[in-house]
């Protein structure tokens, strides 16, 4: 599979799951009837087809402004501090670290607009070629992927397939959407390929959705299900397919597609595949100087330093964070001559662990910096890194988890460990909730899982840094006013 999708078009009728989802520009491959596909003994036929799903998914993903974005900065691990002027953004990046955000913030249309215009794009390929059963069933596998991301943010929203007909949809419990999601990916598991490469879904990478579904089944429904969480990591580990890599950031490197542990990943290409923009949401302006990049970089997300602190300095994982003093790629110390004249740093550029404040005037060098992806010299505003969505480190801990949950302390221990050792701490004697808490957030940092770990472990609501004691009703994201606005059969979430 080649590392790049395509933009490929097919001739389809095209399915608006939601009003405000955007046209699909597709350019037109002629030729390619249903009954060619069927027919065809080709798999790279199939493989062309279904790259124009794939590449949806690619989308938006790993830029600002959407779903990693929400998930990220509404959890403890990441701010956007308001510089003056700079990322005022209306408020909105302070309403969503204060946990007082509204409806109609942009963010929460995007990542709505993001996921249902992939679930657009596979049911148009459903309908165009329903007998096609290998492309169908890994279609239908990866609608539930984009279906676990929407009932994880936004709870009760509608489910829409190449079935729906007619109208306005309305919207579905989260209940509903997890069997949707659960009987999606059971229904279809054994059509999948049994191996694959990383960017395609296969039989394994099937069971890690349902690791990550069952994991925060009591979350979404009521009802634990830490045995199948479990169950369905265990067909993951002992698929033999994949193993922890022995370098922890070899899974996050520009060149990352060798990596052992990397289950599905996100081929991002700053000419072909652009969208993962982390070097210029995270970076000083100044940083450019350090990695010869091509753009500056716009001085954005920092971690919270409570977060930052919490890492052990012998931790391996701790070096996910770019601090200190920064230079130039030719040694020469960087000074940042718009420093505000109260920075106790002064000048020359030091990015420290403290934040002064969330606004109106942090300091512009204030904060860790996200460094668990490698920055590659002479970089784009585009990132070459495949970026992760899952790996074989936190399938582990997955299991480490529900067996802890069921009373399998010493199963927990051994996968807890593994994960732990890898990064060069000590193995734990013995294990707590909170220790499994802690190290998730250890491993997972960047990696947009924070926000379900902080509510499935209790730890959403608390108070953190310039954040205030939540309402219990934040734990879902609204529906987005504007799809509200677009259709008027949605109900929006409690709360709201």
Same mark, same amino acid.
């Given at each position: 599979?080649?590392?790049?999708? =395509?933009?490929?078009?097919?001739?389809?009728?095209?399915?608006?799951?939601?009003?405000?989802?955007?046209?699909l520009?597709?350019?037109?491959l002629?030729?390619?009837?249903? %009954?060619?596909?069927?027919?065809?003994?080709?798999?790279?036929?199939?493989?062309?087809?279904?790259a124009?799903? +794939?590449?949806?998914?690619?989308?938006?993903?790993?830029?600002?402004?959407?779903?990693?974005?929400?998930? %990220?900065?509404?959890?403890?691990?990441?701010? !956007?501090?308001?510089?003056?002027?700079?990322?005022?953004?209306?408020? /909105?990046?302070?309403?969503?670290?204060?946990?007082?955000?509204?409806?109609?913030?942009?963010?929460?249309?995007?990542?709505?607009n993001?996921?249902?215009?992939?679930i657009?794009?596979?049911?148009?390929?459903?309908? /165009?070629?329903?007998?096609? *059963?290998?492309?169908?069933?890994e279609?239908?596998?990866?609608?539930?992927?984009?279906?676990?991301?929407?009932?994880?943010?936004?709870?009760?929203?509608?489910?829409v397939?190449? %079935?729906?007909?007619?109208?306005?949809?309305r919207?579905?419990t989260?209940?509903?959407?997890?069997?949707?999601?659960?009987?999606s !990916?059971?229904? &279809?598991?054994?059509?999948l390929?049994a191996?694959?490469?990383k960017?395609?879904?296969?039989?394994?990478?099937?069971?890690?959705?349902?690791?990550?579904?069952?994991?925060?089944?009591e979350?979404?429904?009521?009802?634990?299900?830490?045995?199948?969480?479990? *169950?369905?990591?265990?067909?993951?580990?002992? $698929?033999?397919?994949?193993?922890?890599?022995?370098?922890? #950031?070899?899974?996050?490197?520009?060149?990352?597609?060798? $990596?052992?542990?990397?289950?599905?990943?996100?081929? +991002?290409d700053?000419?072909?595949?652009?969208?993962?923009?982390?070097?210029?949401?995270?970076?000083?302006?100044? $940083?450019?100087?350090? @990695?010869?990049?091509q753009?500056?970089?716009w001085?954005?997300?920092s971690?919270?330093?409570? #977060?930052?602190?919490?890492?052990?300095?012998n931790? *391996?994982?701790?070096?996910s @964070?770019?601090?200190?003093?920064?230079?130039?790629?030719?040694?020469?110390?960087?000074?940042?001559? $718009?420093?505000?004249?109260?920075?106790?740093?002064?000048?020359?550029?030091?990015?420290?662990?403290?934040?002064?404040?969330?606004?109106?005037?942090?300091?512009?060098?204030?904060g860790?910096?996200?460094?668990?992806?490698?920055f590659?010299?002479?970089?784009?505003?585009?990132?070459? &890194?495949? +970026?992760?969505?899952?790996?074989?480190?936190e399938?582990?801990? !997955?299991?480490?988890?529900?067996?802890? =949950?069921?009373?399998?302390?010493?199963?927990?221990?051994?996968? !807890?460990?593994?994960v =732990?050792?890898?990064?060069?701490?000590?193995? +734990?004697?013995s294990?707590?909730?909170?220790?499994?808490?802690?190290?998730?957030?250890?491993?997972?940092?960047?990696?947009?899982?924070?926000?379900?770990? /902080?509510?499935?472990f209790?730890?959403?609501?608390?108070?953190?840094?310039?954040k205030?004691t939540?309402?219990? #009703?934040?734990?879902?994201?609204?529906?987005p006013? /504007?799809?509200?606005?677009?259709?008027?059969?949605?109900?929006?979430?409690?709360?709201?």
């Amino acid at each position: 599979m080649f590392k790049s999708f =395509r933009k490929i078009g097919l001739v389809l009728p095209l399915v608006f799951a939601l009003g405000a989802c955007q046209e699909l520009e597709q350019e037109v491959l002629d030729g390619v009837t249903a %009954e060619d596909v069927a027919n065809s003994a080709n798999p790279n036929l199939i493989a062309v087809l279904k790259a124009s799903a +794939y590449s949806r998914i690619v989308g938006s993903w790993g830029g600002h402004n959407s779903i990693w974005s929400i998930n %990220e900065v509404a959890s403890d691990e990441m701010a !956007i501090t308001q510089k003056g002027a700079d990322w005022e953004d209306g408020g /909105q990046w302070l309403r969503m670290h204060r946990h007082t955000w509204q409806p109609s913030e942009e963010s929460f249309n995007n990542s709505w607009n993001y996921c249902y215009t992939a679930i657009g794009e596979i049911n148009n390929l459903l309908i /165009q070629y329903p007998d096609v *059963a290998a492309l169908g069933a890994e279609l239908r596998v990866l609608r539930a992927l984009v279906y676990l991301w929407l009932v994880d943010s936004f709870g009760n929203v509608p489910i829409v397939t190449e %079935e729906t007909t007619g109208g306005n949809p309305r919207n579905n419990t989260r209940a509903e959407v997890f069997a949707f999601i659960e009987s999606s !990916i059971k229904d &279809n598991l054994s059509l999948l390929p049994a191996t694959s490469g990383k960017y395609t879904l296969n039989q394994v990478s099937a069971q890690a959705i349902l690791a990550k579904l069952y994991l925060n089944a009591e979350v979404y429904t009521g009802t634990a299900r830490w045995a199948d969480a479990e *169950a369905a990591a265990d067909a993951v580990i002992n $698929s033999g397919q994949y193993s922890l890599s022995s370098n922890f #950031f070899s899974n996050f490197s520009e060149r990352n597609s060798g $990596s052992t542990e990397n289950i599905f990943t996100l081929p +991002y290409d700053q000419n072909n595949a652009g969208g993962f923009n982390l070097v210029q949401m995270t970076l000083h302006y100044l $940083s450019q100087n350090t @990695f010869n990049l091509q753009e500056q970089p716009w001085n954005g997300y920092s971690s919270l330093e409570e #977060f930052y602190n919490s890492f052990d300095d012998n931790d *391996a994982r701790k070096n996910s @964070f770019i601090v200190g003093p920064q230079f130039s790629s030719d040694g020469s110390r960087l000074n940042d001559i $718009s420093a505000e004249a109260n920075d106790p740093d002064g000048q020359p550029l030091t990015f420290t662990p403290e934040i002064n404040m969330l606004a109106p005037n942090a300091y512009r060098q204030a904060g860790a910096r996200v460094g668990k992806f490698e920055f590659a010299s002479g970089a784009g505003s585009s990132l070459n &890194n495949d +970026y992760p969505l899952i790996r074989l480190g936190e399938i582990i801990m !997955i299991k480490g988890e529900a067996a802890f =949950r069921q009373g399998k302390t010493a199963v927990a221990l051994a996968a !807890i460990n593994q994960v =732990r050792t890898r990064a060069g701490m000590p193995a +734990y004697a013995s294990l707590t909730l909170d220790d499994i808490y802690n190290e998730r957030g250890f491993e997972m940092f960047a990696e947009a899982t924070r926000r379900s770990d /902080q509510i499935r472990f209790g730890k959403w609501n608390l108070p953190w840094w310039e954040k205030g004691t939540s309402e219990p #009703f934040r734990a879902l994201f609204p529906i987005p006013q /504007q799809q509200i606005n677009a259709n008027p059969n949605l109900t929006q979430n409690p709360g709201y």
